[in-house]
């Protein structure tokens, strides 16, 4: 061997051994037991596939777990209970949840599948029937989740006009605006039409009539939303018709339907599980768990990139706060059910890296987002949005415009 050849294969060496290995990210992933109800399962997840169960927290009362909405800032997790209460969890910097509070409120329904958290984790949005008059009365509420984690009952709700089952909802879902206020989008099916639409919530959670309605074919629009991180496009779907429809927000609220994709004709087969990526260009979505392009004016853009085909439980995937990976049940066979751990490569369909066969399905399905102290409108960081925080925006103006 020459000198010269020695010295390039001892270069090449160092370079192979310095050179840095792809990172693999650790995801925190909550799960909530179908069957039985009741439980939440912490799980730790990695980009890799890997994923083990590092916590199994029984929710009071027994039996009530159903949904959950996780803070946008990863500091509470919210899980609606099936018996009308909802329970408040802390999320610690490493993951793990502490149990801080459980708001119920007696001779009031809570209902556990209609209610959505706001994007700055200020109001958690629910439907609620007063069950103590007669006739008995169906209300649109905020209350707030203060900085303890409790939940307060504010001084104004929007009544349902009981004769108008047009405005029952069956999904949540909601946007910010820049004057601080919100836009509240929900489902409905009612006189053999599916509806979506628009109703105004103040930035002190006071919720309007709606003030826009869309009309969609005779079969419900079960999914629910989910919106990019600018809030200027919403994103819902169903399963029957298996289609999933787009609406672009304005400043002012206005919402415009922008694009209808029928999702069975790329093999999809129902989008009640949508997923807006952190890219906002790309979704997950269906019971064949796929990947579509969504432009920025929010049209859908192409066909589906599918992943393996299989008979999901629930066609409601999980992605995780970085978009590299979906988590969804996604066959069923008599070894039991098959939990998915899917890579999401752009240019490239969901692929499938890990496959945990397990007893159980689940209910709800939520990733933890990486913890930040910050919140909108809380400037000086000490959670709680008052006067304090217009002294620190204007003594930083003052200092560095």
């Known amino acids: 061997m020459s000198a010269c050849l020695a010295r390039s294969l001892a270069v090449a060496a160092v370079v192979f051994i310095s050179a840095p290995s792809l990172r693999a990210e650790t995801y925190t992933m909550v799960t909530t037991r179908g ?3 009741g439980q939440l399962r912490v799980w730790e997840v990695t980009s890799s596939g890997d994923m083990t169960q590092v916590d199994l927290i029984a929710v009071p009362p027994v039996g009530s777990t159903a949904r959950m909405e996780v803070d946008p800032f990863g500091r509470f997790l919210l899980s609606a209970g099936i018996d009308g209460t909802v329970t408040s969890f802390a999320v610690s910097p490493d993951g793990s949840l502490d149990l801080v509070a459980t708001y ?4 009031w329904t809570l209902f556990s599948r209609t209610h959505t958290l706001s994007p700055d984790g200020r109001f958690y949005v629910v439907h609620t029937r007063n069950n103590s008059v007669t006739p008995r009365e169906w209300h649109f509420e905020a209350l707030a989740v203060e900085s303890d984690l409790t939940l307060t009952e504010l001084p104004w709700k929007f009544r349902q006009d009981e004769t108008d089952d047009t405005i029952a909802p069956n999904q949540f879902g909601i946007c910010q605006l820049p004057s601080d206020s919100y836009g509240l989008l929900f489902t409905s099916w009612a006189g053999g039409l599916a509806h979506v639409a628009v109703m105004p919530m103040s930035a002190s ?3 309007s009539s709606p003030e826009q309605w869309f009309d969609f074919n005779a079969q ?6 989910t919106t990019r991180v600018d809030q200027r496009i919403v994103v819902t779907g169903g399963a029957a018709p298996p289609q999933s429809l787009s609406f672009a927000i304005s400043a002012s609220g206005e919402a415009q339907l922008v694009d209808v994709w029928d999702t069975a004709v790329d093999g999809v087969w129902g989008a009640s599980g949508i997923r807006l990526l952190p890219s906002g260009d790309r979704m997950v979505t269906g019971i064949h768990i796929g990947t ?3 432009e920025a004016s929010g049209e859908f853009n192409g066909g589906v990139l599918r992943g393996p085909s299989g008979s999901l439980v629930d066609a409601h995937p999980g992605v995780s706060p970085d978009g590299r990976i979906a988590v969804t049940t996604w066959d069923v066979d008599g070894q039991g059910i098959h939990w998915g751990v899917f890579a999401l490569t752009p240019g ?3 692929v499938l890296l890990r496959d945990h066969v397990l007893p159980f399905g689940y209910a709800d399905i939520a990733f933890i987002p990486p913890r930040t102290e910050e919140m909108l409108g809380d400037a000086n960081g000490d959670g709680l949005r008052d006067a304090a925080d217009v002294v620190t925006y204007i003594n ?3 200092d560095d415009p």
């Open 292 to 294: 579509a392009p969504i």
């Open 205 to 207: 959670g006071e919720i």
């Open 104 to 107: 119920a409120r007696p001779g």
């Open 35 to 37: 069957n039985p109800a």
């Open 348 to 350: 490239r369909g969901p």
């Open 396 to 398: 930083h103006l003052a």
């Open 220 to 225: 419900p629009i079960a999914g629910g939303f």
